[in-house]
């Protein structure tokens, strides 16, 4: 069974930074295609960023370009999400997922397996 667990998310004020961490149970990981999603209250899930099984294909939301980065570890099962220069509007409910195919894919239905969600909340 594949378990996810986030990390990381807090409060902090805007402009400042946050690391998210995620680390799959599974000996499988390194096939995974990881995806970094959010969901505000009210409104629906979206991708932030995604990355292949050996990290050299990254997608980014455009809200992401050029502020997050995500990266992966296959030796530590864990995808990690840099957000720098935060805003208000990035405040949600951020959740890691694995997808089992081999293209990334931003879709959120494409993925497999999801973590629980750490909260990110981004005061102005």
């Known amino acids: 069974q594949v378990q996810l667990v986030e990390s990381g998310g807090g409060l902090v004020q805007a402009g400042g930074s946050l690391r998210l961490s995620c680390v799959v149970s599974g000996r499988t990981f390194s096939s995974y295609v990881m995806g970094w999603f959010r969901q505000a209250p009210g409104k629906e899930r979206e991708v932030v960023a995604a990355i292949s099984w050996s990290g050299s294909t990254t997608y980014y939301a455009n809200s992401a370009k050029g502020r997050f980065t995500i990266s992966r570890d296959n030796a530590k099962n864990t995808v990690y999400l840099q957000m720098n220069s935060l805003k208000p509007e990035d405040s949600a409910v951020y959740y890691c997922?694995?997808?089992?195919?081999?293209?990334?894919?931003?879709?959120?239905?494409?993925?497999?397996?999801w973590g629980q969600g750490t909260q990110v909340t981004v005061s102005s």
């Open positions: 997922a694995a997808d089992r195919a081999i293209i990334i894919t931003p879709a959120a239905y494409e993925y497999d397996y």
